[in-house]
């Protein structure tokens, strides 16, 4: 009965579309459906060197933080023949660059907004007081300056960084705003994992681009999409048609879904095996064998896979295991089959690193004590339990020092997912069962199948504050732009819920340093 009753709301849900397709009649439903499939294997001219990110520079203050400058800017970029495109950048025309720090260093960052609008960014994954989160209440206006700087306080791990302007994150994004943000501890670095950035350790930011008949990127959304934009071309670290040169035998790739809305579910042409290392929040105690790994946008992984001497392969998304209800899954790439980017290697091969044996740390949750369970259902393209964001509503507060477990539902046929700000979570359980192996590690990002129930386990440490809040959100990012979203802050003790100073409202440019 439930799930009937979201699936009828969904067909209700989406208006007119539905109408306009009643009324066109037959035809119109099978024009639309036949267009609604996107398949580029065997299509893509794979003729342009995958860009790797450059590792960004930082200096030494007198405290001894490092300083990273990032000045977020406008450029332009020749993706294709004729005009050049009009992009947003960090440090340059388009994406930004790699950050790399160690846990135990103190960073500091001065974010100049050189753009015309008031954005953001946001350190997504990371575990920091709130008032350096550069959440929605921390809009930098125009010629602003914003200083965060914290402790890292996590272990090794593939994070990024995007803008999270209220209302605003899908197009800032969609623009350029992006970059990858690497941690790395002592632990992992007494592995003999492939570590050479750019050599056998790859960033790979994976994101969708539709552009217009002027080669400037086209955000609208296509008619009956549950999601918004889906681009009809896949880039990677900012490349069109990208091939990269293995010159090792073993090869990591840390792979990102950067996209505002797109599924990938990643795989090779042939099928061939790789291994799961490492999800949102660090790596997994041990290795996970599979040739399919369906990544939601926001969430990262790190694979390592084998290559022989000589040979060529195709990273492609496949259509997705799971994640949308009847005819849903097509109209949103669902049943989309998307050729990424071509590895060529090499003659002969170094053989020099290894996957080991031991690892990560597991999750320590499930038998911890609970101080509290709350649920949450996000349904349409702009609630959490029938509520829509609203910037001066603190929804409500957690303990710190406590354990709580929250549990999210997909009220919908269509793809949601879930994202919390400054914690990394364990999946205790997906419907009651064991989570896939997939997600047994660390997350801060989650899809959300349909009509399914998951039970997310998260410990607040570390960091309080009673006015200034933590998010929690869909990250598709048209959702969360509508007002999927909602927030929390995290109390002292004796401390109660505040109220969010009107100077770091999401109208107002709080947080500046």
Not at 115 to 123: A, F, K, P, R
Not at 254 to 280: E, H, K, M, W
Not at 285 to 309: C, N
Not at 479 to 496: K, N, R, T
Request: proline content about 6%.
């Amino acid at each position: 009965m439930k799930r009937r009753k979201a699936l009828k709301w969904t067909l209700v849900g989406v208006g007119g579309g539905v109408g306009a397709i009643a009324l066109g009649g037959a035809g119109t439903v099978g024009y639309l459906w036949s267009r609604s499939k996107l398949e580029t294997a065997g299509e893509v001219d794979f003729d342009t060197p995958l860009a790797i990110p450059p590792l960004a520079e930082s200096t030494e203050d007198a405290s001894g933080a490092r300083v990273f400058n990032l000045d977020i800017q406008s450029g332009t970029v020749a993706f294709k023949d004729g005009r050049e495109t009009e992009t947003w950048g960090i440090n340059g025309a388009f994406l930004g660059p790699t950050i790399r720090a160690k846990r135990g260093e103190e960073v500091a960052f001065a974010v100049h907004n050189g753009l015309d609008e008031g954005t953001s960014i946001h350190w997504h994954g990371m575990h920091l007081p709130s008032v350096m989160d550069g959440g929605p209440h921390q809009e930098v206006e125009p010629g602003g300056i914003w200083a965060p700087q914290w402790t890292m306080n996590q272990p090794a791990a593939t994070l990024w960084y995007h803008p999270h302007p209220h209302g605003r994150t899908g197009n800032h994004v969609y623009r350029g705003l992006a970059g990858m943000f690497i941690v790395d501890d002592d632990e992992s670095e007494g592995l003999n994992l492939p570590a050479e950035y750019g050599v056998d350790d790859v960033p790979m930011i994976v994101q969708d681009r539709k552009f217009n008949g002027d080669n400037q990127f086209d955000d609208k959304a296509p008619f009956m999409s549950m999601q918004g934009v889906l681009g009809d071309e896949i880039m990677v670290n900012g490349t069109l048609g990208p091939y990269f040169d293995v010159t090792t035998r073993l090869v990591r790739l840390r792979l990102l879904n950067g996209s505002v809305s797109r599924l990938y579910n990643f795989g090779f042409s042939d099928d061939r095996p790789f291994q799961l290392i490492a999800t949102d929040g660090g790596l997994l105690p041990e290795a996970w064998e599979t040739d399919r790994l369906q990544l939601s946008p926001g969430e990262r992984a790190e694979i390592v896979v084998a290559f022989e001497p000589g040979e060529s392969v195709v990273l492609r998304s496949h259509p997705a295991d799971e994640g949308y209800e009847g005819p849903l899954g097509r109209l949103n790439g669902g049943e989309d089959l998307l050729d990424i980017c071509e590895f060529r290697a090499a003659g002969s091969l170094a053989d020099t690193t290894e996957v080991p044996s031991v690892m990560g740390t597991a999750p320590d949750l499930a038998d911890a004590e609970i101080a509290a369970e709350r649920s949450f259902s996000l349904s349409g393209f702009n609630q959490i339990n029938g509520e829509s964001m609203d910037p001066m509503r603190i929804d409500f507060g957690v303990r710190e020092g406590t354990v709580e477990v929250w549990e999210v539902q997909n009220a919908d046929g269509f793809m949601h997912n879930f994202h919390v700000h400054d914690v990394q979570y364990q999946v205790l359980s997906v419907d009651g069962e064991e989570p896939p192996p997939r997600l047994r590690g660390w997350k801060d990002t989650v899809q959300l199948v349909p009509q399914v129930e998951y039970r997310l386990a998260m410990r607040f440490a570390d960091y309080t504050d009673p006015n200034l809040p933590y998010m929690y959100h869909c990250h598709i990012l048209a959702h969360e732009d509508s007002g999927m979203m909602g927030q929390f802050v995290v109390l002292g003790e004796g401390e109660e819920i505040g109220t969010v100073p009107v100077s770091a409202s999401a109208t107002g440019h709080g947080g500046h340093g």
